[in-house]
């Protein structure tokens, strides 16, 4: 298929970087709070395209893999046994530099230091119940995506207002 026919068709993959995923997952605590609606529209008023979705009670398993390089850290017991309190709502987010954007919608993981207008800085006040995650490089967020998610329960699909998110 020629190049125009192809950006007929798909017209995003014509805007560098539009493809670039991250993973957002709301955890126990957002999910007791009912806070899962609000975090998510969050995501879907700034532009961004959701593509991945799903509710489960993480295993201990996937979970120590998921945060390989906190395992040695003195609070990961107590977040290996928050993170499996209950279910999670974990889902993958696509748009231009959405991991940097993601980062900064989320706020800083400790919430008494996160800006009021973050997801942390409004719905949390302590370190250990933080209430979302963010995927923190690209890198981490492939690896991150790959870890949760199989490929097929990923969706590539076309926004059609992409014409008033993008200068296409
Ligand atoms: P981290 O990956 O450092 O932060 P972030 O979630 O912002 O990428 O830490 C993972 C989670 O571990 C964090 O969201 C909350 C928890 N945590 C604690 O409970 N106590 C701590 O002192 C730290 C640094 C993190």
């Known amino acids: 298929m020629a190049i125009y026919s192809l950006l007929f ?3 995003c993959i014509g805007i560098p970087g539009v493809r670039e995923r991250t993973l957002i ?4 605590d957002g999910v007791q709070r009912r806070l899962v609606g609000q975090i998510m529209q969050r995501f879907e008023q700034r532009g961004f395209k959701l593509v991945g979705m799903k509710m489960l009670q993480v295993s201990e398993e996937l979970l120590s893999q998921h945060y390989q390089e906190l395992r040695r850290k003195p609070f990961y017991p107590s977040l290996l046994h928050y993170m499996t309190s209950g279910p999670i709502v974990v889902m993958v987010w696509e748009g231009h530099n959405v991991v940097r954007t993601s980062r900064i919608m989320v706020g800083d993981t400790n919430p008494a230091e996160a800006q009021a207008g973050t997801v942390r800085g409004d719905f949390s006040i302590h370190i250990s119940r933080n209430v979302v995650h963010a995927s923190d490089s690209v890198e981490g967020a ?15 699909w076309d926004c059609y207002d992409h014409n008033s998110t993008y200068q296409l």
Not at 149 to 155: D, G, N, P, S, W
């Open 142 to 156: 492939q690896r991150e995506i790959q870890l949760w998610f199989h490929r097929k329960e990923l969706m590539d």
């Open 9 to 11: 068709f798909y017209p």
């Open 25 to 28: 997952a709301v955890k126990p």
